[in-house]
């Protein structure tokens, strides 16, 4: 299976009525939906391939679900997560929403209310594929980069000129040219913004900021901080 598969949305819970309602409702909107009893059903037969959400009942085999949502992150599922309760309370979705669930509902819920719940996991799942797909891709492309490039990369972003990456380096400004013209050849970058967002995508640097937020050309990383992390 693979992210070019139709999303399936996982209903884990112990209640085999509401697992069967659950599936008839979002098949009836084109959905594929699989139901399991307990967690481990549920991870025998988890496609991490395969785009989906995981709408999870409020007990699983006598788990409370917040307990059950952190087993089951804990066992490398980080599909989006839908919490349904017959019990809710504003501390309890607070904790859902800490421990990373996607929304949560309570009983009796409106039909078209999850159906927009299940929609936007799924989007969000989606955009987390693309962003990690376009992760492992500049990942590949920095591992190209010479030990000496990726210096001189680490040095760009962090707003150095020519002449002070030569002196920090031991090079001269010509080899630092030739170095930086290289990194932007093989990252695939236009500009130095693009080269900027690019570090910052892989943890090369870190900003408590929006990437998107870096648009003008040739400026550097001090720019950027100073302009949109004041």
Same mark, same amino acid.
């Given at each position: ?6 999303p399936?949305?996982?209903i884990?819970?112990d209640?085999s ?6 599936? +008839?409702?979002?098949? /009836? *909107?084109g959905?594929?939906? %699989?139901?399991?009893a307990?967690a481990?059903?549920? %991870?025998? $037969?988890?496609q ?6 995981l709408?999870?009942?409020i +007990?699983? /085999?006598?788990?409370n679900s917040?307990?059950?949502? &952190? =087993?089951?992150h804990d066992q490398?599922?980080n ?5 349904i309760?017959a !019990?809710?309370?504003v501390?309890?979705a607070?904790a ?9 509902i309570e009983k009796?819920f409106?039909?078209?209310? #999850?159906l927009d719940?299940? !929609? /936007?996991?799924l989007?969000e ?6 962003t =990690? $797909?376009?992760? &492992?891709? #500049?990942q590949?492309?920095f591992d190209? #980069? ?6 001189? #990369? +680490? ?8 002449? &002070?990456i030569?002196?920090?380096l031991?090079l /001269?400004?010509?080899?630092?040219? *030739?170095?930086?013209a290289?990194?932007?050849?093989k990252?695939? $970058?236009?500009?130095?913004s693009?080269?900027?967002k690019?570090?910052? @995508? @892989? ?10 937020? @870096?648009? $003008?050309p040739?400026?550097t990383?001090?720019?950027?901080s100073e302009?949109?992390?004041?």
């Open positions: 299976m693979s992210t070019q598969d139709p399936l949305v996982y884990v819970g209640d009525t509401l697992r069967d309602t659950l599936r +008839r409702l979002l098949e /009836s *909107v959905l594929r939906a %699989l139901g399991f307990d481990a059903a549920f %991870l025998v $037969a988890y991490a391939d395969t785009p989906g959400c709408l999870l009942d +007990r699983v /085999s006598g788990r917040l307990t059950s949502q &952190k =087993y089951l490398g599922i599909a989006p997560v839908v919490i309760t !019990h809710g309370n501390a309890m607070v859902a929403m800490k421990q990373g669930a996607m929304d949560f009796p409106n039909d078209q209310l #999850l719940c299940v !929609h /936007s996991a989007a799942d989606k955009a987390r594929r693309q =990690y $797909a376009r992760r &492992k891709d #500049l590949r492309r190209t #980069l010479t030990p000496r490039e990726q210096d001189v #990369l +680490r040095q760009v972003v962090d707003g150095l000129s020519n002449r &002070k030569a002196e920090t031991s /001269s400004r010509k080899t630092v040219e *030739v170095h930086r290289k990194v932007m050849q990252m695939r $970058a236009d500009t130095l693009q080269l900027i690019m570090a910052i @995508i @892989i943890d090369i640097i870190k900003v408590f900021c929006d990437p998107a937020a @870096i648009d $003008a040739g400026e990383i001090a720019d950027y302009r949109s992390c004041a």
